[in-house]
């Protein structure tokens, strides 16, 4: 059996000592050497989809967070801030979203660039790296309700969303889209009102730039795990993961946290004489 010799981090390491580590998988068995996923992606069905979204409807990042926190799970799932809305709707809202996470993960490539070459030729080359190394399988996993959220090349300059693709995800019933990186065409983006929640824009198209690693595989995104049919919630304050095993859990505490300020809210308005608006309907 092979064994990997490692320095023991700490104190111990000054003395010389040395941990050895030794992956087994379950069943007792070297790993292969193709490679092995420990965590199991887990299947829920389109009606359990459907059930987990109703009992979130209408809810806000704030309110799921006092949730989670309700449940034990504090600081759990909370994506860095720098993970904030292309564009906002201050009237109707329609940049948040509450979706089930299919997840998508693309990582920096180590192949050449095309380099100078005849425009054929390039346009070949280009067609060969979206169909063979930088896809969208995952789109045949989306369905209505879905959150498509992509762990991206963090330091390629590349526009892996586009405002010709994340349209093709909504019509398989996308209801939003959070990425770790980039995002290209933002201004067509912000026309056609889709919610989208990104680090910052970028410019480049995929080939050259990154590759598929894996689809519907656990991902993590501004700092947080996402797994497969994970809730996603994303509002201005920014997007939140919440486990499924808990969801309900959190939904209906969350729930109460928000009806209980709504009506707060609405007391003040009448009193202060502003207008009703959707945020206390």
Not at 194 to 208: N, T
Not at 215 to 237: E, Q, S
Request: hydrophobic share 40%; proline share 9%; glycine share 10%.
């Amino acid at each position: 059996m092979s064994c990997h010799t490692l320095p023991r981090p700490g104190p111990a390491l000054a003395l010389g000592l040395f941990l050895c580590v030794c992956p087994i998988a379950p069943d007792g068995q070297e790993p292969p050497r193709s490679g092995t996923n420990y965590i199991a992606t887990p299947v829920f069905t389109a009606e359990d989809d459907q059930r987990i979204l109703e009992a979130f409807a209408g809810l806000r990042v704030a309110d799921v967070t006092d949730g989670m926190d309700a449940l034990g799970l504090q600081n759990v799932g909370l994506m860095n801030p720098e993970i904030h809305p292309l564009w906002r709707d201050p009237v109707d809202f329609a940049h948040r979203f509450i979706g089930i996470a299919v997840t998508a993960r693309y990582v920096p490539t180590q192949q050449p660039p095309a380099g100078e070459r005849a425009i054929a030729d390039y346009d070949r080359w280009a067609s060969n790296w979206y169909n063979r190394l930088s896809p969208e399988p995952f789109q045949a996993l989306l369905r209505p309700g879905s959150a498509l959220v992509i762990e991206d090349a963090p330091d390629a300059d590349v526009g892996s969303i586009g405002s010709n693709n994340i349209l093709s995800w909504k019509l398989q019933g996308c209801v939003g889209v959070v990425t770790s990186a980039t995002a290209r065409d933002t201004d067509e983006i912000i026309t056609q009102k889709i919610p989208l929640y990104l680090k910052h824009p970028g410019r480049g198209i995929r080939p050259g730039r990154n590759e598929l690693e894996s689809v519907n595989r656990p991902i993590v995104c501004g700092g947080a795990l996402v797994m497969p049919g994970d809730v996603i919630v994303a509002d201005g304050d920014g997007v939140l993961v919440v486990p499924r095993a808990k969801a309900e859990a959190v939904a209906g505490y969350a729930r109460r946290i928000m009806e209980g300020d709504k009506a707060g809210r609405r007391a003040l308005y009448e009193r202060l004489g502003i207008a009703p608006d959707k945020s206390v309907e």
